[in-house]
C-alpha cells in the first residue's frame, strides 16, 4: 500500500468498477495498473462483448458480472455500484489505460473525507478553440448549480470515485444518469472535490456513437445523449429550485405587459420600426437616435423606462415617439412594450445607453425584408478572442445546442441589436420579449427563420452599470438575472419536449434497473 500524506483513513476498502464492451485491445494493461492500487475487489460489468473481454477479467481475478447485451451507456456503471462493497468507488473505463499514480488521488480524496473526487479537466476550457459541445453542457450545468469553482468536472468524465454513504444516500441506480447523480449531489451538500486530473480527452478511444448521427438531431449519437443527460439534470433543477433555477431577476414587473393597452400614435404604417428603451441616457440618446435615423427608420419609439426628465427632453427634441413611465419597469420590459407601439412588419431593437453607426443597423434591417424572420448580432467571435469564453456567451451558446441549432453559436436575442419580423412577435408573444432566451427557444421551436448579418461591438460600447454588473457577496446581478433567463428558456423546451429535451437516451436498459430495484424491494420486506 502507498502511505498517504496528512490525516487519512486508510482502512477503507476500495472497490473499482469498469464496464466493458469488447476491450480486449486494452483492459489487461487497465488492470495491471488498477492491481496497483490493491483494490478490495475489482467488478466488470461485461456490457454483451465477443472478443474474450469476459476472459481476459477472469484472468485477472476480477468479479464479472456479464450480459449477453449491450446495456446501455452508464447502467454498467450503476450496476456496478450496486453490488460494490467497498467504502469508496473508483469508476474507470475498460478502454483507456490510466497509470496508478494518476489514480491515487480519487482514492485519497475520500479517505480525507471527501465525498466525490471529480477528474479536474478545467486545463482543457484554456485550449484555444471553441468548447465541444460537451465541454459547455459540462460548464453550465456547473454555473446552473452554483459550482462554478468546478468549471467542467463531471461524473460524465471518469476517472472519479464516490464514496459508499453517497451512493446509498442517492440511490446507485441514478448513476445511470451521471449528470443527474451530479445535480442531486451538488444540491444537497455532498462534499465534492477536483483534487485529482487525468487527461482522458485524448486517450478516449473513438466509437461509432461518436461520428454516427442520432436521429431528430444534429449531433452524432453520444453527443445528442450527453446533451439529454445535461437537460435530465437540469429538470432536476428546475425541479427542486423554481424555473429560474432560484437565480434572481431584480425588480423586473412581469405583470405589467398584461395589462398595458397601447395607444398608437402614429395611424400610419411605418416601414421600420425601432424600440428604444432609455433610463439615464441624457447625453448620449439624440446621438443614438440619429444612427437610427440614418439608418432608414421612420418609426422611432423611445420607452423612458424610469428615465431622468432631460433624457426624455433629450429624446423629445428628436421628434420621436416617447412613452414615458415614471417607475422602472425592470430589464427588457421596455423592449415589450416599444414593440406593442410598432406599426411596422420590420422591428429593430437597440439600446440607448451607446450609439451604433447606421451602417451596421441596415443590414439587420435588409435581412428580414429579404426573408428572414429573425436577425441577431453575429458575436461568435467572442468565442475565439476569450479561453475559456465568458459564461454569459456559454450560457447562450449552450442554450442554442439545446434547442438544436448549433450554428447559432452563442448569438442571442439577449444582445442588441437584433431585428425581426412583427409575425414572430405576435406568435410567441409580447410577453415573451422580457426573456430574450425564452423568446429565442419559442422562435426556434415555432420554426421561423433566424440568422446573423452583422458584428456589432457591444462589449467595448456597453455601459458598465455598478449596480448589475459588479461583484456583491460573491455574485453579479447582471450574471444571475441572465442565467434565471437562460433557465426559463430551457424549462419552457423541457416542457415542449421531454425531461431530455428530445434528445436520445443512448439505448440505456432502464428494464434492468426497474428489475433489480423490484429485487432489492423484495428482498427487504
Known sequence: MFAWKGKSDTSMRVSVVIPVHNEASTLSKVLVEVRKLEPYEIII???????????????????????????????????????????????LDGDIVMKSEE????????????????????????????????????YMLNRYLNKKEFVVGSLIAIPHSISRKVI???GWWNLADPALFQAMAMSRGVDISDMASVDVIYT???????????P????????????GDHLRALQYVIETYGNRGGFSEDNRDRAFVGKYKPVLL???????????????EKIIIRSVIQEVKEAGVDEIIVVANGADVETVKQAKLENVIVVEFTKAL??????AIGAMHATADICLFVDGDFVIPAKKLTPFLHAVEDGNDVVLNDLQCLLDMFHPADPISMGKYFLNLVAKRPDLWNNSLTAVPHAMHKKVIEKIGYDSLIIPPL????????????????????????????????????????????????LEAVTYLLQRTDERGGFTDGDRDRDIIQQLRREEENTNE
Not at 458480472?65 to 456496478?80: C, F, H, K, P
Not at 431528430?216 to 446533451?227: E, H, L, Q, V
Not at 395611424?267 to 439615464?280: H, L, M, T, W
Open 216 to 227: 431528430g438531431s444534429p449531433y452524432p449519437k453520444a453527443t445528442s445523449r450527453i446533451m
Open 103 to 138: 489514480l491515487y488521488n480519487f482514492i485519497k480524496g475520500i479517505q480525507q473525507g471527501h465525498e466525490i473526487v471529480l477528474n479536474n479537466l478545467t486545463w482543457s476550457v484554456y485550449l484555444k478553440m471553441r468548447p465541444h459541445y460537451t465541454t459547455v453542457g459540462k
Open 204 to 214: 478516449n478511444k473513438v466509437r461509432p456513437v461518436h461520428t454516427g448521427t442520432s
Open 266 to 280: 402614429q395611424k400610419k404604417k411605418a416601414k421600420y420600426s425601432a424600440i428604444i428603451p432609455v433610463s439615464e
Open 439 to 486: 423568446a429565442q427557444v419559442k422562435a426556434i421551436l415555432e420554426g421561423f427563420s433566424i440568422t446573423t448579418v452583422e458584428l456589432v461591438d457591444v462589449i467595448k460600447t456597453n455601459r458598465v452599470r455598478p449596480e448589475q454588473h459588479e461583484f456583491v457577496n460573491g455574485r453579479i446581478s447582471a450574471f444571475d438575472r441572465i442565467f434565471g433567463d437562460q
Open 45 to 91: 460489468v461485461d456490457n454483451g462483448s465477443t472478443d474474450g473481454t469476459k476472459e481476459i477479467a477472469l484472468q485477472h481475478n476480477c468479479r464479472v458480472i456479464y450480459y449477453r447485451y449491450s446495456l446501455g451507456n452508464d447502467v454498467g456503471r450503476a450496476i456496478g455500484a450496486r453490488e460494490a462493497k467497498g467504502e469508496i468507488v473508483l469508476f
Open 330 to 335: 425592470g430589464h427588457n420590459v421596455a423592449r
Open 168 to 170: 446509498e444516500k442517492l
